[in-house]
């Protein structure tokens, strides 16, 4: 059994606060920040340049990878870090526009992140593909022989609403089409099985439910059966065979290593492989348990406290990924007066007020905080002072 | 006037080692590793989510790019931080070749290091443009009116032979093409002046000279004609003229924020911030003659000491970076012979033996001792010993 208590115990979390915006940023595990200070003092400071091999920097993407591989439902060798999500949004897209040169039809729905949907948008103007934006209920109706990838993320940033991962996939091959995973709100989050589902292409980041710390690298999935065929479009030097020859052309590295491009990010992968210590040991399945309790005690909680709030995720736990979205008219300034009070959520536009869960750390008193602060903030109209109106650039 | 003793103060340099791989990873300043621990403290355990706000995350990518502007002859509110170098070379030559619509070349030289090739070539292929590559000292020749763009690192990774900026830019431009130079072995190391120049873009690393930690994020200039105008090929959302609105659409935020792609990498970016307090007063004329002062008086001491070698770098110091090569048919050998001893220098493939000379800490001591120790190796054969044969993968 996976003790969340002790989890929660492992990381950082201020005083006083009933911090549920886990799924924007994860809070820092006690021991990220003696980590990364022995990484840079004994490896930076003192072993410079021979640090590549002796403490394994070069290695670490992979190394790293393997340890997430397990919590998506991936094999060791198949997880590779590095970069940012939306750059792996874009190898994942271009390396699949690729597999189908006769085709140039990407389809996504509204639910997906913006940035998602710029990048394919970018990328479908510079190689002369179009971009298919449909509502998140319709993509399965979309999946059409036309279609060269379906690129979806699978839990939605704002409703929490989940994509039947399995399904959508089976589909888009039945049409002939390769798929794209988005695992932002996924990771971490719920029990992701990639393999079992026969996906192609998994993206997703690691600063949100499996709290590598702010800006933290991304990781990227390819399946085993393409693993050693696909031809990434951002050929860099580290996802070359033989980086260390500088040779003039490019050979692809075995494997998941091609989805390298340039020097990984060592001082944030130090920070990231301590977060996945707290990892270790969780089992994904009583995750997604615990996950389901605290958002239905949420969702209960607030619908009997706050009636004016009108809930925006889906009703059943299995549609829903590990967050929750009310809607309010004043949802930015309900949110303000929330934080000003210690219970910090997020506000996303229109008027959408999120709630993560994050089963690592959240546990009950925090749902009941959250609801009671909630129904005080409501019923007492706090959120309509000057001061919780402006609008500032937030995340 | 700039105090070397006083910046050379400022790193740690372990005690006994004569570093001349400042050009492949800069040396930690001794007040990184206490402000990135603070960072982590204070900013991400301490204020979480806010942190983007209240610490300055979001404005952090401009902020330390104001910094480096100044190290490279550009304006404020012109560089933007982000990814890696080889992404950034990627964004430039993809904005470039938008450009450009009616040409499909773009030239380089085989002295270019090889992951701008590979990214240039993967950018081509998937594009349907031509990458050309020709010798260094052909590349003004080869300025063709179908070249679309001119994509060059100005300092060659190998011989420190340094491009004219100027003159190739202007032939260029009169030829009607874009220019890209890679400043991965310019900046910090001589005096860039990207806007005398006249350059359209610019991208680099950190790592190096500027002394950033390993996989350092990277920065892209594009010139004030260009920001206003110019299309990113990698559209994220940190890019978009309001990321916060959640637009299903891209539009590019104004100016260099548009070259920003995804979410920062605010860990690194606090070394990289610290590492570059130690540039502040730094006279980037006084750099560039201490620089030469040293790799002359290298030269000078392995050509009288170590008839066997052969210079593989620019004699006219005008013509060269800062750092040095030379040829050996053992060279691997050699360097690790040379690094037992406490010398560390960088083997490049196939027979280049390179010292960088960082102005910021290196002196003429450690010249005088690599000079000495260099002419002990080779004149005991201390290099043909078993364990300086094996090769390992090294950066």
Redesign the interface.
Known sequence: MTDFAATRDAF?L?DG?T?L?GN??G??PRH??DR??AM??D????M??????RAG??VQPRKVGDRIARLIGAGEGQVIM??????KV?QAV?AAL?MRPDRRVILSD?GN???D???A???A???GAELR?VAPEEVAAHITPDLAVLMLTEVDYRTGRRHDMAALTAAAHEAGALTVWDLAHSAGAVDVDLLGAGADFAVG?T?KYLNG??????FIWVHPDHAETVR???????G?AQ????????APAPGIERMR?????????A?LDAALDVWEGVDMATLRARSIELSEAFIAGVEAACPELVLHSPRDPAQRGSQVGFRHPQAYAVMQAL?AQGV?G?F??PDVLRFGFAPLYNDMEDVARAVEVLAGVLRQGLWDRPEHHRR????
């Not at 410079?48 to 091999?53: P, T």
């Not at 990434?232 to 580290?238: A, E, I, R, T």
């Not at 500032?392 to 995340?395: I, K, L, N, R």
């Open positions: 950082h201020p606060l911090y915006d924007s940023l809070p820092m990220a920040a990364v200070a840079m003092r490896e930076w400071a003192g410079l340049i021979s640090g590549w091999n920097w070069y590095g970069d940012t999500l939306s750059i874009f271009s690729r509204s992140f913006p940035s949907l710029y990048v948008q970018g990328l103007e510079t190689v934006v980041c600063y710390g702010p800006g933290a690298p991304a990434p479009c951002l050929q860099g030097w580290m070359h980086p260390f020859a500088f040779d003039q052309g490019y491009v340039g020097t990984p990010p060592v001082i944030a992968l920070a934080i910090v997020d996303r536009a500032a650039a937030v995340t």
